[in-house]
């Protein structure tokens, strides 16, 4: 047991070492996140304060004018419904990539009144908006699908860092969470080493879930097929009314609240309603894991997907995107993500500190 304890040690400082700087990188911006969107109406009133009129223009007719004049596409997301009489529509175009380094996010806000475009922009630029240019660096490092594939692999490096960490302290686990595990502030090192512990041991099970769930979300571009691209192509426009099927997405489950809409941009797709049942009731689940999926010519219903009655596989993906983002629980919850995510950067920088003192 030994010398297992004295290679997890070693492996735990190279590991911290190598990674460090990204554990600090992601732990950052992945705080910063928590609290975007209510950041970015605080930063952009002209996006969410228009001035009413009397008539508004139909969220099918704003689809049909971004894809026209939004040429190659993999599909429309209409991502936000207006909020309240004063909110614009939101949605989220995802170009049909040339390369495998490029950014495929792109939004575009629009006034419900007028049908004018209010704002637009990559999420590669850090103009118009920079929380959104955040979200894309936290998940690719602003590198497409290679940077994604990186982002998942430093998930899985903090990961067996944490596995190592626990063999080295685990003699010290209960005196961490009462805040003894060598408590000694003589000097600056053993201060350090001190905290290191207990942030380590106290922060542990929270940065497992937050490094495997990153993990997790990015590991589908481990697959070949995801880094096919496809021939540049003019957008598909579908025949049915997407105001219309949100309605009857109402009308055929009782009570279910649509949030979003996925619109394809090839042909032989579905249009896609997602939103929450009202029978969904774990906290996970919530937001837009269940869908209904419609027939983009005709109009007509295809299939519910209801989160609750779905495979194993299914249910999981939603709730690991659920404890990544941390939208449960509300301001509470977010907080702590803030304050609980700036501690994959504080071991990191604390844990460079011990090793280099150990070796000077």
Not at 246 to 260: E, H, M, T, W, Y
């Amino acid at each position: 047991m030994r010398k297992l304890t004295k290679l997890a040690f070693k492996l735990h400082g190279w590991l911290g070492l190598t990674a460090g700087i990204f554990f600090l990188l992601f732990g950052l911006t992945g705080s910063m996140l928590m609290f975007r969107h209510d950041l970015d109406r605080y930063f952009n009133p002209e996006v969410h304060h228009i001035t009413p009129i009397s008539h508004r223009v139909s969220a099918d007719s704003i689809y049909r004018m971004i894809s026209r004049t939004h040429p190659n596409l993999k599909k429309i997301v209409l991502h936000d419904f207006p909020a309240d009489q004063y909110d614009s529509y939101e949605f989220m175009v995802y170009h049909n990539q040339q390369n495998v380094a490029e950014n495929y996010l792109y939004y575009i806000v629009v006034n419900p009144y007028t049908g004018r475009i209010i704002k637009e922009g990559g999420y590669d630029t850090l103009e118009p908006s920079f929380f959104r240019w955040l979200y894309s660096f936290h998940y690719s490092l602003q590198m497409g699908m290679p940077g994604m594939v990186f982002t998942a692999i430093v998930g899985l490096v903090m990961l067996f860092s944490l596995i190592t960490g626990t063999i080295v302290y685990r003699k010290h686990f209960w005196d961490a969470l009462r805040f003894k595990a060598g408590l000694n502030f003589k000097n600056q090192r053993t201060a350090i080493s001190f905290m290191h512990r207990v942030a380590g041991v106290w922060g542990m099970v929270f940065t497992a879930i937050l490094f495997f769930t990153g993990f997790w979300m990015n590991s589908k571009e481990f697959s070949p097929a995801q880094w096919k691209l496809s021939a540049p192509h003019a957008n598909y426009e579908v025949k049915a009314n997407i105001d219309e099927l949100v309605k009857r997405s109402q009308q055929i489950v009782p009570g279910f609240l649509p949030v979003a809409v996925n619109i394809p941009s090839l042909p032989g797709q579905d249009i896609v309603v997602r939103g929450r049942m009202p029978a969904t009731t774990f906290f996970l689940l919530q937001g837009k894991a269940s869908s209904l999926s419609f027939d983009p010519v005709s109009g007509n219903f295809r299939k519910l997907a209801d989160i609750d009655r779905q495979s194993f596989d299914k249910r999981f993906d939603a709730e690991v995107y659920s404890l990544h983002i941390g939208d449960y629980g509300g301001d509470a919850i977010r907080w702590l993500y803030v304050f609980l995510g700036l501690l994959p950067g504080f071991l990191s920088i604390s844990g460079t500190f011990l090793w280099l003192r150990r070796k000077i």
